[in-house]
């Protein structure tokens, strides 16, 4: 059976700034620490952490919701590609970012719920409170 969790936090930026660096090869790689590729558009392909996640933007509203396919190099090659939506909405102290993981193959899914806090959420923090 496929696995999903919702984690959010708040970033002390715009959504526009968030959703802007989100989609940029440099900030994305800027805010992680590591190595990103990423198109804007949708239909775009994208990858991050050297290659360890891939995968194509399928929706984009701007400064509100990115839609991304998305799997890494631990899915199994017949698994279909995992389902990343991330909404932003503006909060008191900045922008809530709300990340919806779906379609996760079976027995990985606590392990992205805690890698996103870990090396997206965490480092995201630290970058924007620069």
Request: hydrophobic letters at 35%; a positive charge.
């Amino acid at each position: 059976m496929k696995k999903s969790f919702t984690v959010s936090a708040v970033f002390p930026v715009s959504p526009a700034a968030l959703f802007k660096a989100w989609l940029s090869s440099r900030e994305h790689s800027a805010f992680t620490g590591s190595l990103a590729r990423i198109s804007a558009k949708v239909n775009g392909t994208f990858s991050a952490w050297d290659g360890y996640i891939s995968g194509r933007t399928i929706k984009l509203a701007k400064d509100r919701k990115i839609v991304q396919r998305w799997r890494t190099t631990e899915f199994a090659g017949d698994d279909p590609d995992s389902l990343v939506e991330i909404t932003l909405k503006k909060a008191k102290n900045g922008t809530k970012l709300t990340l919806g993981h779906s379609g996760i193959p079976e027995g990985q899914s606590s392990d992205y719920r805690q890698g996103w806090q870990d090396f997206y959420f965490k480092p995201m923090r630290e970058y924007f409170s620069k």
